[in-house]
């Protein structure tokens, strides 16, 4: 069934209520006919209302709770239609004279009602709160009350007192239509739309009012009321029950409302109306003392609206309160770091805008020094605490001279706008650090730039200075601030510039791997090779690791770089053991970063490399610097599960970091190698020389205990014969140093293999046959 048709039930209901209207208008003048076709109408727009429902019921997909009540509703008028027939038939039989209301229509009439009583009911309200949920109810008891005052003041009462007794049957049905349109007034105020569509329940809860202004019009003229009201008023219920089925097809999406708050003051209104008749009016028949009932009735209302008034204050007001702090709160956290509680870039930002607009600034950054070791070693929450620690320590140090923020990670600033304290302010950070802070004891520096600007000046150029300034004392050694001077951005831009670059050349292939071989001291052969990167530039040619390892490990490109390494290392060390044998080469060494070990896929890495190329896991070795960076609980983790593959783990640089016991004992190390520090003059034998024999005797130390840990050694940087020989006799087998092997190409390192693989006996010393490749 298409709309079009529901739209024809609406046309043809209103067509018939219409009819009623002109049929009462001629029989007003021009009584002709019986009296009794008034009662007709009622039942035929009725009989044309049914379907209409029923069809929207049949074509409309509703919720349930929708279902329900157009079930309910057509069930409700059907019934009323019946009853309505009923009484038209009864009253062609006799002459249409009310108060009389034949039986079987009264109980129809009567379970109409209560299924639409049941079915308007049953609407949700789609309230949540209980604390909506217990206004809505108050709300709903005022206008109920306020409506039910009025009703029964001017309705229901005079029926009950009238002179000529009104059957049982009509007073019942009166009252139920009373609850009705009371029931039905104050819950269609609150139905916010949904399964139900609001103004087709308010249609619905319009008959309630219809049924009861027909008992107001069937009292006010006894005698021949009940004709206008069963052709004009009654036939008004169909009517607004098919508009209402009408309405819920064409029901927009559902939105949410606010309750009508002027129900109550409408309620409160109308109970007054019968207040003032009863204290002001004529007095009247009241054998039941119903004018006390109105009073009482009245004051309960005024009483549940002052209530009413008095929780919605309330709420508000709480409201209100919540609202303010929710926003203050959201502000606060959109200008402040939540770690530390300091203010964060967007408030410095804010505050440095304003001082330059004004006065001018000064501006301090300062930046943690080797933080990511900090975090990276002893985990993200030791580091948190470092930070707040250290955002307390700035907060004090500051004073009442800048306003301090943390800007981004370990990158902190000062905003100072009293000149001439800047360098106080500065002296007194780097005082407060010298001791350990945070609950760990842990002992931090930091580095500061100083850059000031005056009023006019943009943010974004201070705050360059002020970068560039930090930067300078980072690499004039950190610990340190500085203020800026022009010419300082330069290297902090090359800097800058390094990341960018170094990106594009992992992506261009610009990396290329050098060999550097380790030597058996006893018989010249080589045992190892040592992987070292190197960056073939563009332009700048050959560019050494020291250059680029360093912003690689800032920036995180040296994991992508060192999984490269990593897998160029195995798979030439696996072409080498393909071409030459599994004596020629027993272990290639790749240089892995600390970093790296924090990759999550550091593991998998390893295990695809050497899965995919084929080298055997005991012929790699993982050099990795010793440093307090290797203690973390994660580090150790990671380290374990590629010792547990049979990768090996040597320490590399040994003896410059904080070599201790612990270190090794908990760290799988297979293998140590001495620093080229203590190999510098080593041969150097000089009785009087202090720091000869401190380097021989660390030599010694080292390689003793590495022997009663059952660990190898390797002795770096040996660049003449000599070292190599006091080397051997301090114990060491496996050395590595130009003298022995500079680093070269693999093309180069091939070729060497080839010539040992030819001279199985001979001595050799690659650095005098081959060019060196860096
Ligand atoms: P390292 O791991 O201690 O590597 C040894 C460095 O000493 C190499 O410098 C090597 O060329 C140099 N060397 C070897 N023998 C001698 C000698 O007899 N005399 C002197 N003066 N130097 C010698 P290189 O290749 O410049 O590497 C420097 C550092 O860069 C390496 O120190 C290592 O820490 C790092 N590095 C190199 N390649 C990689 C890499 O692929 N990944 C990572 N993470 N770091 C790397
Ligand atoms: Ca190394
Ligand atoms: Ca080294």
């Known amino acids: 069934m298409t709309g079009e048709r529901h739209w024809r039930y609406a046309a043809l209901s209103g067509a018939t209520a219409l009819t009623g209207v002109l049929w009462y208008v001629w029989w007003c003048l021009a009584p002709t006919g019986p009296a009794a076709l008034a009662y007709l109408v009622m039942p ?54 009310l108060p009389y209301l034949p039986l079987p229509s009264t109980v129809l009439i009567g379970l109409g009602l209560l299924a639409a009583m049941i079915g308007v009911g049953a609407v949700p309200l789609g ?104 052709a004009v008023l009654l036939p008004l219920v169909p009517v607004l029950i098919t508009l209402a089925a009408l309405r819920q097809r064409h029901a927009p999406v559902a939105r949410t409302l606010r309750s009508d708050s002027w129900l109550p003051y409408l309620a409160m209104l109308a109970a007054d109306v019968p207040l003032a008749q009863v204290l002001f009016g004529e007095p009247r028949l009241d054998t039941i003392g119903e004018g006390r009932l109105v009073i009482g009735g009245a004051a309960l209302v005024s009483t549940l609206v002052s209530v009413r008034q008095w929780v919605v204050n309330r709420d508000n007001t709480r409201l209100l309160h919540e609202r303010e702090a929710s926003e203050a709160r959201l502000q606060y956290d959109a200008t402040h770091d939540a770690l530390t509680g300091l203010g964060n870039r967007v408030l410095f930002r804010e505050r440095l805008g304003a ?50 923020a943390r800007l981004a990670g370990d990158e902190f600033a000062v905003l100072v706008t009293t000149p001439g304290v800047d360098e106080a302010v500065a002296r007194r950070i780097m005082t407060a650090i010298a001791a350990p802070i945070s609950g760990h004891r842990l002992l931090v520096h930091a580095s500061a730039g100083i ?147 924090h990759d999550p896929d550091f593991v998998a890495d390893v295990r695809a490399a050497l899965a995919d190329t084929g080298l055997p896991a005991n012929r790699l070795v993982l050099e990795l610097t010793e440093s307090a960076v290797l203690r973390g609980h994660q580090v150790l983790k990671v380290l374990h599960e590629v010792h547990d593959m049979g990768v090996r783990l040597a320490l590399d640089d040994f003896g410059t970091g904080e070599s201790s016991l612990s270190l090794l004992r908990a760290f799988p190390a297979a293998i140590v190698k001495l620093d080229k520090s203590f190999v510098d003059n080593i041969e150097v034998d000089e009785p009087g020389s202090a720091a000869a024999g401190a380097r021989q005797a660390v030599a010694r130390a080292v390689v003793q205990l590495a022997d009663a840990l059952g660990l190898d050694t390797v002795a770096e940087g040996i660049e003449n014969q ?31 293999l080839a010539a040992q693989a030819r001279h199985p006996s001979t001595v050799m010393t690659v650095d005098k046959d081959l060019p060196a490749a860096a």
């Open 127 to 230: 309230v949540t709160s209980w604390a909506e949920r217990g206004r809505q109810w108050l709300d709903r008891s005022i206008a109920f009350l306020g409506c039910a005052v009025l009703l029964g003041h001017f309705g229901l009462y005079p029926m009950f007192a009238a002179e000529q007794r009104w059957s049982t049957g009509v007073l019942a049905v009166v009252l139920m239509a009373f609850l009705f349109a009371a029931g039905a007034v104050t819950k269609v105020s609150y139905i916010p739309g949904g399964p139900v569509d609001r103004t087709a329940v308010r249609l619905v809860a319009g008959t309630g009012l219809v049924a009861a202004a027909f008992a107001l019009l069937a009292v006010a003229r006894p005698e021949d009321g009940s004709i206008p009201a069963q």
């Open 355 to 404: 001082a330059l607009a004004t006065t001018g600034a000064t501006v301090l950054l300062v930046d943690l020094d080797d933080f990511n070791a900090v975090n990276d070693s002893l985990g993200h929450d030791v580091g948190d605490e470092l930070l707040i620690a250290f955002a307390a320590t700035l907060r004090v140090a500051a004073g009442a001279d800048g306003e301090p």
């Open 451 to 597: 850059a000031s600007a005056p009023a006019g000046t943009a943010a974004r150029n201070l705050l360059r200075d002020a970068d560039a300034a930090m930067y300078t004392a980072k690499q004039r050694g950190k610990a340190n601030w500085i203020r800026y001077a022009p010419g300082m951005e330069k290297p902090a831009q090359a800097h800058a510039q390094l990341g960018g670059d170094l990106r594009r050349a992992l992506d261009a292939g610009e990396f290329r791997l050098v060999y550097q071989p380790l030597v058996d001291l006893r018989d010249g052969r080589v045992v190892g090779v040592e992987a070292l990167v190197r960056w073939v530039h563009p332009e700048r040619g050959t560019v050494p690791p020291i250059e680029f390892i360093p912003a690689a490990e800032r920036t995180g490109l040296i994991v992508p770089l060192g999984r490269w390494v990593l897998r160029e290392t195995c798979r030439q060390a696996a072409a080498w053991l393909a071409e030459f044998g599994p004596d020629a080469l027993r272990k290639a060494s790749p240089n892995v970063s600390v970093r790296q070990l």
């Open 722 to 752: 000599e070292q190599a020989d006091r080397l051997l006799r301090l114990g060491y087998t496996v050395g590595q140093g130009y003298h022995l092997g500079r680093p070269v190409s693999a093309e180069d390192f091939t070729a060497l």
């Open 44 to 97: 035929i727009a009725g009989a044309i209302a049914v379907p209409a429902v029923h069809a929207l019921r049949r074509d409309v997909v509703l919720p349930r709770a929708g279902r329900r009540f157009w079930l309910l509703l057509e069930v409700a008028t059907v019934l009323l239609t019946a009853g309505y027939a009923v009484l038209a038939v009864a009253a062609f039989r006799s002459s249409p004279a």
